[in-house]
């Protein structure tokens, strides 16, 4: 009760359901997933009706109508990590886990599931564990992530905070702050992130923007259309590592 005070109070006087979004975190972070309970608790705290507060709890897929293990294991198998691997990936958890998708082991511990896109396909294949992210991986290397799970063990993620379990990355996302002191550590991004960047600054290649006057004098305030449409050549050396 303390804590969804806590949170309603971030919003303005008469605003307080857009409260909704990390009230239902909180519920999770409580419950393990959100219950018809929590549902209840939500429409009270706000005022709002519990099919309202469901409607919300329903479209989106970061809250969770199970329970969910401490681990959820998330893995991209949307086109960019399916082409190098991610359904791989997934098909080789699903067998070591003996679960299929949105489902949890018999220990309780892990939830597996497919993820349509984790926003990381300069990293593909990429899997997360409570939305920390493993980039690059391969069937070996996610089989391993998952095992020393089994042990007890929180393998460092390879960009962001340390690992945490699903409550506690859900009492986070409720917007509280993680009191581990190395809670904000970790890699923001690493080379693929920025390689476009990078060999455009290797080729000496400079943008426009549109409504304004080069140096040069020219006005592009209406660029007229190039004479020839085809597709430029590459440049002859784009040596990059992690293309």
Not at 128 to 140: L, M, P, R, S
Not at 180 to 185: I, K, M, Q, W
Not at 210 to 234: I, Q
Request: proline residues 6%; charged residues 20%; hydrophobic residues 40%.
């Amino acid at each position: 009760m303390a804590a969804a005070a806590e949170v309603i109070a971030r919003y303005p006087l008469g605003r307080q359901r857009s409260a909704l979004l990390p009230l239902l975190h909180l519920v999770q972070a409580e419950e393990g997933c959100v219950t018809a309970e929590g549902i209840d608790f939500c429409a009270k705290q706000l005022g709002i009706t519990a099919a309202e507060v469901q409607a919300v709890a329903s479209f989106y897929t970061m809250y969770k109508r199970r329970p969910v293990g401490d681990w959820l294991v998330s893995v991209c198998t949307n086109l960019s990590c399916s082409l190098v691997g991610g359904q791989d990936v997934y098909d080789r958890l699903s067998k070591k886990l003996g679960v299929g998708h949105d489902q949890t082991t018999a220990d309780g511990t892990i939830t597996l599931e497919h993820a349509e896109c984790l926003a990381a396909c300069d990293y593909a294949p990429v899997m997360t564990v409570n939305y920390e992210f493993y980039d690059g991986v391969d069937t070996e290397a996610a089989e391993g992530i998952v095992e020393a799970l089994t042990r007890g063990e929180r393998p460092v993620p390879t960009r962001g905070g340390p690992l945490c379990t699903f409550k506690e990355v859900s009492y986070q996302l409720a917007g509280f702050e993680d009191p581990r002191p190395d809670g904000v550590a970790g890699t923001g991004f690493l080379e693929p992130s920025v390689v476009g960047l990078t060999v455009a600054e290797q080729t000496g290649w400079q943008g426009e923007i549109a409504g304004t006057v080069p140096v040069d004098g020219a006005d592009t305030t209406t660029p007229a259309a190039p004479a020839d449409m085809t597709t430029p050549a590459a440049p002859a050396d784009i040596t990059t590592k992690g293309a």
